[in-house]
């Protein structure tokens, strides 16, 4: 595994004026009653009256998060698919609570538009792989993304989705614990299936997986316990997404055991570590619970910014115990890149 970060997007685009936008929007008639949201004038982005008339419809200040909770994993899920069946629009994962607000400069993108174009470009910088496998965080935005923008992969066996939810808000004891009797639970299953652990594993979940077909219709029901539990994702689900009848169960099953987000988690928690613009707030003791942002970058132009340094950065600059960056494994650099030579790069 190579690490290398092909990018990430923020809903938010620096480039435009939200007054500009509103504007066209108006003169476009687009918040008239009737107008067809097919023909709004740049549609990719959030509107005042749109943002505003959301946010009034809302119940809490500040829109809900699942990482506050104490929940276990099967909560997680279930809060996860009742929060996103409750958006005020298909696909709005973004919308506003009442006391959020538009960014001060350039404009907040609609987050759909930003994940399917965010799908779109990983497939057109990753070119024609052999297969391709994607796992992501339970999020039907994403989903929806991936799986368009991959679609005649998907519809010819050439590419899977699988969700991935874990127990979150777990002591490093409590962890230990798991991974020290998931691996008896593994020995024995590959004394059971004659084989290796692995592939004993692979076995497991594709059998697991087709008891819940039998059982389940509807396959947002059919989450796979992985009998694997290691410090990062304790107590795995895995959900298959890509169940087009062309795979052997088998195959389903190797994908289903594969499914981790621990590469993606371990490059969020490096960002969080060394962008102070992005560590979580702290909450302050003698001020009813409130957040103290001590380092936040209130211009979101800044966290663009310090977003695509750290790419480069963590890709070229960034070495392994072995001294290779990801760009080396993944062959777009012969060595590790000096940031002095990036900073001041001159082509001619």
Known sequence: MSGYVLGHHLNYDPFVNQIEIDDTAR????????ARSYFSAQPQYWKSDEFYAVARMQETDIRPSLEEGE???EERIASKSRMERNYPKQEMADYPAKENQLPPDGAMTHLDYTSYAHALLVRRLIGNPGYLTIYSDQDEVLRGAFTAAFSWQISQGKAEMAYVQFQK????DEKLALSNISRGRIARMGKEWACH??????RH????Y????ARHQDWRNRWVPHPKDTVNEPRRRIQYLTDTGRKSLLNIGWTLSGASLAP?????MQIRRQLYYLERP?????????LYYGYSAYDPLRVVQHLEIFRVFSNYVWTDSNGMTPAMKFGLAKGPVRMEDILYYWPF
């Open 197 to 202: 652990p692995e592939k004993a594993i692979a």
């Open 27 to 34: 003169m476009n008639g687009d918040g008239l009653q009737g």
């Open 71 to 73: 929940l276990t994993v």
């Open 282 to 290: 702290i909450p302050t003791q003698t001020n009813a619970e409130k």
């Open 205 to 208: 979940m594709a059998w697991e």
């Open 210 to 213: 087709a008891e819940l077909c």
């Open 264 to 268: 993606v988690d371990t490059y969020f």
């Open 169 to 172: 808000r777990m002591n490093i």
